[in-house]
């Protein structure tokens, strides 16, 4: 069965979003997937439009091995579901998925501008796309959302964990030398060790991936076209 069918995003009240989140957090697998089996890797974001009433989202297949985009795909829907916190995926998923499907190309692994397990609920935006889309997918945060870390080491690669409750839920994550860290975190089909190898073999010479820093130029050209 599809779980996109299963696992509505369509929902009609917060706690039939609290239920359908529940149902996705009990299939969440934390695995390891191993890099060299990584080819394309898609990356996802969002955007909203006018009054919040309409997001936006870009997905760019990125080749790990040329390290070049080799497709771009978008899709607009109307907001349906209103701004909770903890419960974004039911407001930009469906525009997401949306994009998924218009994709030629299947990404090996999603990286999304979000968390996955360092969430209020362990089942952030990287989990639920990646439990819908059955593929293995990563969260790479600009800011903190939930836990408590130290300051990672200044080279790029150093990393501090990122803690709640004393349980390990991702990391902040130097991507470039002496600048801000990037809080990364597995969402499905992933574990805190790959999501860091993905992350950081994304980073050329920006702290935010290449591929999701296309993404997110992406969605910012529907905006101004908008």
């Known amino acids: 069965m599809d779980p996109r069918n299963a696992l509505p995003l369509s929902v009609s009240s917060l706690e039939e979003a609290r239920q359908v989140q529940e149902r996705i957090r009990a299939l969440v697998r934390h695995v390891p997937f191993r890099m060299d089996g990584v080819r394309l890797v898609g990356a996802a974001d969002v955007t909203f439009l006018g009054a919040k009433e309409v997001v936006a989202a870009g997905i760019v297949v990125f080749d790990l ?3 070049s ?3 771009e795909r978008t899709a607009v829907c109307r907001v349906r579901f209103p701004y909770v916190p903890g419960y974004l995926a039911f407001r930009e998923g469906p525009a997401v998925l949306a994009a998924w499907d218009a994709l030629s190309r299947r990404p090996d692994v999603m990286l999304f501008d979000g968390h996955g397990a360092a969430h209020p609920r362990g089942v952030g935006i990287a989990s639920h796309m990646g439990v819908l889309l059955s593929v293995p997918s990563v969260g790479c945060a600009k800011k ?4 408590v870390h130290e300051e ?4 790029k690669g150093d990393t501090a964990p990122l803690t709640r409750d004393g349980e390990t839920v991702g990391a902040a994550v130097r991507t470039r030398a002496r600048v801000k860290p990037v809080f990364v975190s597995p969402g499905h089909l992933a574990d805190l060790p790959s999501s860091i190898s993905l992350v950081l073999a994304l980073c050329s010479r920006y702290r935010i991936p290449d591929p999701a820093r296309r993404a997110h130029q992406l969605t910012q050209e529907i905006r101004k076209a908008g």
Request: charge should be positive; glycine fraction near 14%.
């Open 65 to 67: 091995a040329s390290r």
């Open 69 to 71: 985009v080799v497709e």
């Open 144 to 147: 903190r959302l939930v836990g």
């Open 152 to 155: 990672p080491g200044p080279r």
